[in-house]
Structure formats: structure tokens, C-alpha cells
């Protein structure tokens, strides 16, 4: 893979082609992360060479991914190491727009709310800053669009923290193609962010163009599919009553042993390229028209080895080839993204 980085649209940021996202971090989805854990793998991804921190405000219910992040970086009280030079060797990118609320009628009790209104998110962002131990973000993006909010005035917002100092890039993400020229319009766009994968490639339909003619960064989220391309699930798998895989098609059923088939199609080209498949399918991913960056997940410095292994891994014309074929086999994938 070309480790070279890479500019985030026409702003002066720019980012290597791996990023570790920090949402497992938070310990919302998966069982036993401390902070000692999650600030051991963020430390982790900076010696593997992978500076791009991904992050957001609704990363855990208090925060816990940012104070990871800022303790990792030796900015927060408490906190030993070179803070101030380990800020600078990080682009960090952060995420305001979402948060957390109680909500006793739901198992875990809390749902996830949507609010792009500019006074909240300048007192989301203010508060990340604190968690984080910094005084700006390199790439703050709105975490999503606001259906009661007109997406020009959230805009609007993070363009005054732009111009405050707060942020050097802007992104959106989760968005549509008419959500993206709205904001645009209203606060230069360096950046969109995406779900985007082998099986999970609606955005090459729309979104992707668009970011390819507008100079926009695409930073692709989930490449592994919460672990399924990773190689690593069996057949018949059954997933805990409180694992979020459970609410998407892709794991269930003749779907999921659909997609089990497409990953035994890759282990022959991940073995002849000397990479394991997770390496082999993050590559790939990283090479694509159009995509910046890719964002993998970790909880754990193994897991981050795991993952960082990628930047290692060469592909030819034959593992292209093989990879298309595979995935032209494999036909459209049932089901959408849960919500």
C-alpha cells in the first residue's frame, strides 16, 4: 500500500491511507474495554505509524473515546508523555450533531438523538475539546444531517468554528448527495465520511462521484464489516443477545453464509500476496477511486498490529482481478445498513 498521505479535499490537512476509528473504544458495543485498553491501542496505532485518530462527541456516553484520545496524547491532566509533540504528529478528526439521552423503555436505556441546531453543536464541540485536552480539531465534521435542522445553518456553525480556530477542515457525514451540495454551499467541504466495503459499495452509485468532481476527501468507515471480512467468523456463528450485529441481514441466514462463501474466495489471494485477509481487504479498500482514507477498528494493541499489517501489503493486477471477479460473483448484498 502507498503510505504516502494524502490531502482531505482542498484543505491543508492531510491524511495517511489507514485511521484508526475510535468508536469501539467507547466500550458501547463491545464488552470489557477499559481505558486503560482503549488509551494502550490508540498508543498503539501511533507507533504502527497510523496518525489519523477518528472520533466523535457521542463516542461513549461520557466521552470515554476522547478521554482515551487525550490521554493517549499525554494532553490531559494526569497523563504523562510529550503532549504537545504527540498532537502535533496526529491529524485528529472529531464529529459533533449526535448525542446520547436516557431513555428507560430501551435495553441498553439510552437512545441516540440527532441535533444539528448551531448552539448544540458548539457546546458539543467545546466539550470534546476539554475530553480531548486540545485546542482545535484538524477535521471536524457534522456527524449527521439534522432532519429538523436546515443543514445550511449547522454548516454555518462549523464554519465559525473554523474561522474561531476550532477546526482546520470541515467534513459531513452520513449524508446524501443533496445534503453534501446544501453544505457546500454554506462552509467550504474538505471531507465526507461513509460507510463503504467490499459487499457495501451503494456510495460508488452517488456519493463518490460527487466527492471525485468536487475535490471532497471520502474517509471510509467499517472496510471489515464489524469483523465479517476480517475472516474470523465460522458458520452457524450465533451472535450475544446484545452484540449489534444481530440487527443487520448481513449476519443472518443464507445471507450470511453468502458472505462467508465471498471471504473464502479471498483467502487464496490474501495466501498467494504472503498477508492476512484482513490486510489484503483494507488495501484494497485504501486503493479504490475516490477513497482517502480507511478507518479500522481496534480494542486492543494486537488488534491494531493486526489491522496497521495492511500498510505492508502490495496488490497486483492478478489480486485485483481475482477481487472483482469475487465480488461480481457474490451479486448484490440483501439488506441495508441498520439504523
Known amino acids: 500500500m502507498n503510505a504516502t498521505p494524502r490531502p482531505l479535499g482542498e484543505s491543508a490537512v492531510s491524511v495517511g491511507p489507514l485511521g484508526l476509528g475510535c468508536w469501539p473504544l467507547a466500550g458501547m458495543t463491545r464488552a470489557g474495554v477499559t481505558h486503560e485498553a482503549a488509551v494502550a491501542t490508540v498508543r498503539a496505532a501511533l507507533d504502527a505509524g497510523v496518525t489519523h485518530l477518528d472520533t466523535a462527541y457521542c463516542y461513549g456516553e461520557r466521552g470515554e473515546s476522547e478521554r482515551a484520545i487525550g490521554a493517549a496524547l499525554g494532553l490531559t491532566s494526569g497523563t504523562a508523555g510529550n503532549g504537545g509533540r504527540r498532537r502535533d504528529a496526529v491529524v485528529l478528526a472529531g464529529k459533533c450533531g449526535i448525542h446520547w439521552e436516557p431513555d428507560a423503555a430501551l435495553s441498553p436505556p439510552r437512545r441516540q438523538v440527532v441535533d444539528g441546531r448551531p448552539e448544540r453543536i458548539r457546546a458539543e464541540v467545546e466539550e470534546s475539546l476539554r475530553r480531548l485536552g486540545t485546542d482545535r480539531f484538524d477535521l ?15 454548516a454555518g456553525e462549523l464554519q465559525r468554528l473554523m474561522a474561531a480556530g476550532k477546526a482546520r477542515a470541515i467534513g459531513l457525514s452520513n449524508a446524501s448527495v443533496a445534503n453534501l451540495e446544501r453544505f457546500a ?20 452509485a452517488d456519493v463518490l462521484p460527487w466527492c471525485m468532481r468536487h475535490g471532497v476527501a471520502v474517509v471510509a468507515y467499517w472496510p471489515l464489516m464489524k469483523g465479517l471480512l476480517a475472516g474470523k467468523m465460522r458458520r452457524g456463528q450465533e451472535f450475544p443477545a446484545d452484540d449489534s450485529r444481530r440487527k443487520y441481514p448481513i449476519f443472518a441466514g443464507a445471507e450470511f453464509a453468502r458472505n462467508l462463501d465471498f471471504v473464502d474466495a479471498l483467502r487464496p489471494v490474501a495466501t498467494r500476496l504472503g498477508c492476512t485477509l484482513t490486510a489484503l481487504v483494507l488495501a484494497w479498500t485504501a486503493e479504490q477511486p475516490g477513497i482517502t482514507s480507511v478507518l479500522f477498528g481496534a480494542t486492543s494493541p494486537e488488534q491494531v498490529a493486526e489491522n496497521a499489517a495492511a500498510l505492508a501489503c502490495e496488490l497486483d493486477d492478478a489480486a485485483r482481478e481475482s477481487i472483482r471477479i469475487a465480488i461480481a460473483a457474490r451479486g448484490p448484498v440483501a439488506g441495508r445498513r441498520a439504523v
Open 140 to 154: 471536524l465534521y457534522l456527524h449527521a444531517p439534522d432532519p429538523a435542522v436546515p443543514i445550511e445553518e449547522s
Open 185 to 204: 454551499a454554506a462552509c467550504p467541504l474538505a471531507a465526507c465520511q461513509m460507510q463503504f466495503n467490499m459487499l457495501q459499495r451503494e456510495i460508488e
